[in-house]
């Protein structure tokens, strides 16, 4: 078992306040006709935004095999729902967690979704 520690990169374009709630995920996308097991979850609440900031979140993740691709995944929620609306932050890129990270740190870019 491993700590990855994930950098929630924050855009700048977004207004500063609070977040009801951060969903930061790790899945097994592994398998190419499989759905992606998850593996991990973190769910932070309340939680302060600040343009051009960074949160950060730690989760447990088994011990993987090198031919495991793990990925990243995080949706901020303003309303707290958990599901994705308009003013929401939303990783939408591959983010791939590599078998072996310095520090086991990992910046993950999210965006705003209009």
Known sequence: MRV??????????????IAKSVSAEIWDASLADAPAVLLSNNLLHDVVLIPNG???????????SAKQILIARVHIS?????????GDLLTTSFVEIPLKLEKDRLTVPVVLIN
């Open 78 to 86: 303003m309303d707290g729902s958990g599901q994705i609306k308009h």
């Open 54 to 64: 960074n949160l950060e979140t730690g989760l447990k993740v088994p011990s993987t």
């Open 4 to 17: 990855v520690r994930l950098n929630i990169a924050l855009p700048p374009n977004i207004v500063g306040g």
